[in-house]
């Protein structure tokens, strides 16, 4: 049961405000006593479809709903079953978007109960969360080199240009494969750009003044060579964050000089594709066009085309995606929607439709291990978390201590398309 409640504010790896939420739950039974906490992630590349992020008001409202509307609704529930105050937080603020406590505030509230849940019972949240059959550890997928919003539109017009290790041996050499990438990645840069003095942005992407297709030149060529050094094949892929460049009518590559109509733009992604071997296209159209989606995902039913801003993770929209057939893999953000509760339901219904799943980190995220547990729990073939910054390693040193945990009985996820 929980016995407190306190909500902070904390910061995010970009150094803006975010909601920390702590609770303590005391085992009626024994008298135990045991303290949680979480953090709300923050986006930068918001889908207009999200949840609201802090009630009108900003940061001191939602302080101020957790204490009101919050605090005295969930203090003296139980925990031990997953979700189990996500229903109320729908009871707390009945609409959808949590406008009135915001989905900072939710998200936090339910990833702390989700861990106090977990800490009662004393089992690891990944086990808490997916049962007994959560043992299946995802391939990570890091951006390498990073553009558009995140690198403040100063490098490449695509937001980001990503690797995942496609059949990895275990966890940790898919997360040293990556490492490796990135740190080569620069190597090459340096030929391209002089200028560059190795900045990075918010993932820990690094942003030179390069084309998208140079991107993916130096990516595919080092991708190959530590492949076949670490003896794993790499995967290349792009998160084009479309809405972002979507200006109504067309996309705007502002500093590659270049605008694309809606077909236009499926010719370009297509054309990406087939040259790179991309096995990985997010956001490849603007967040409402799931007709070209369909269209893509049509021509490449062997790639992932990934909805994010699309779905908002979403398990209604996924749904007009699944119906439209407009892609094969759902990015899942549970802050996007504000409870773990209706992420489970968003995986659910991608599952139905026969998409993969994506758990992902925000471009402002947190210290917090939370992420790899939701990964595992929901079962997710690629956790999208980034490769370098402690905010990002958090997470993917916590998936090697999972995996030691699992120990003979895991096994990691492997992509065949
Ligand atoms: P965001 O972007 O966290 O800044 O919204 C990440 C993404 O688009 O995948
Ligand atoms: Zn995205």
Known sequence: QISDVWIRKVFTGRGDVTVEVELTVENPATGEVLTTRAAAPAGASRGLHEVAYF????????????????????????????????????????????????????IATSFATAEAGAASLGIPLFAFIGGAYARRLPLPLGNVIGGGKHSRGLGPDIQEFLVVPLSPPDIYTAVYANAEVHKRVLKQILKVDTSFTGGKNDEGAWTPRISS???LKILKEVARDVGSEVGVEIGLGVDMAASSLWSGEKYIYKNEGVERSPHEQLQFV????????LIYVEDPFH????????????????????????????PERIREGGRARAATGVIIKPDQIGTLLRAHQAVQTARHF????????????????????????????????????????????????????????????????
């Open 270 to 277: 297509s054309r990406l594709i087939e040259e790179f071997d």
């Open 287 to 314: 967040e409402e066009d799931f007709q070209s989606f369909a269209e893509l995902t049509e021509k490449f039913r062997d790639r992932l085309i990934v909805g994010d801003d699309l779905f908002v993770t979403n």
């Open 55 to 106: 009630p009108e008001g900003g940061i001191d409202a939602a302080l101020a709903a957790f204490e009101k509307l919050v605090a005295p609704e969930i203090v003296g529930l139980d925990v031990t079953e997953p979700y189990s105050v996500d229903g109320k937080l729908e009871e707390i603020d009945d609409t959808y978007r949590f406008e009135k406590i915001g989905g900072a505030v939710a």
């Open 213 to 215: 297709t140079t991107a």
């Open 354 to 417: 026969g998409m993969r799943i994506i758990v992902s980190h925000r471009s402002g995220d947190t210290e917090y291990r939370t992420l790899s547990h939701i990964a595992v729990g929901f079962g997710a073939e690629i956790i999208k978390t980034g490769i370098m910054g402690g905010e990002r390693t958090a997470k993917l040193n916590e998936l090697i201590r999972i995996g030691e945990y699992l120990g003979k009985w895991g096994a990691i996820s492997r992509l065949h398309l």
